[in-house]
């Protein structure tokens, strides 16, 4: 267990409709990555979050946006939902901002859009 | 985009045999790491190489990076039926995002 904790698990969604995905940082760390897994793929950088400011974003558009809260939790905001959407979005917390150290990843959320 | 891809795809081994996976990247990089991921969980950190080391173990696990190359490999010795799973390499991209490759799966028979 990593002490990264994700709710919910599993969801599914109307395409059209939006999402929230919650993730709860492992305690002492200030960074929180998000990460969407298609199926057979590997996962692939959303954004990041260092202590409440966006830090660094992929390739997706502005309909996933993200949120940072002073405990450092994080919120995943998808809006607009697209049946290439579903997917496993993973959230990882770090000690520090950047990709220099170990990301503990949570479980994962499961979303699929009908 | 995908900065890493590993070698092979996919991967079947007898218990106590050893296991390989190779990763190719294409840009310069400060640290590589390798994650494992069982059944579509979450991916579970092994172990992480900065760009100047060449060598590094943990337990039953070698991870060399050939810089030069732009290369690294994952060997895992006398392979257990526990460590079925996809493994991943994953290098850093403008300090900020960990970039993974599609990964091989591993799969161990008894």
């Known amino acids: 267990e990593t002490g990264v904790t994700q709710s919910p698990t599993h969801l599914i969604k109307t395409r059209g409709q939006q999402v929230t995905l919650r993730c709860s940082s492992q305690s002492g760390h200030n960074t929180v990555s998000w990460y969407q897994q298609a199926l057979g793929q590997g996962p692939q950088f959303i954004f990041q979050?260092?202590?409440?400011?966006?830090?660094g974003r992929g390739n997706f558009p502005p309909r996933f946006s993200g949120l940072q809260f002073p405990n450092y939790s994080s919120e995943l905001n998808v809006n607009a939902l697209e049946l290439d959407d579903s997917a496993l979005y993973l959230c990882?917390?770090?000690?520090?901002?950047?990709?220099?150290?170990?990301?503990?990843f949570g479980q994962g959320t499961r979303l699929t859009v009908v | 985009s995908q900065q890493g891809e590993e070698d092979p795809q996919a991967l079947s081994i007898q218990e106590g045999e050893n296991a390989t996976m190779n990763c190719s990247y294409k840009?310069?990089?400060?640290?590589l790491q390798w994650y494992r991921q069982n059944s579509g969980r979450g991916l579970v950190h092994l172990i992480l190489i900065r760009s100047n080391e060449r060598e590094k173990h943990s337990g039953r696990l070698r991870v060399t990076l050939d810089t030069s190359k732009k290369s690294s490999s994952l060997l895992i010795t006398a392979s257990r039926a526990a460590d079925t799973a996809s493994y991943f390499c994953a290098t850093d991209q403008a300090g900020t995002a960990l970039i993974f490759g599609k990964g091989t799966t591993l799969s161990v028979s008894s």
């Open positions: 990882a917390s770090s000690l520090e901002g950047g990709a220099d150290t170990e990301a503990f």
């Open positions: 840009t310069s990089i400060n640290n």
């Open positions: 979050y260092y202590r409440e400011e966006e830090n």
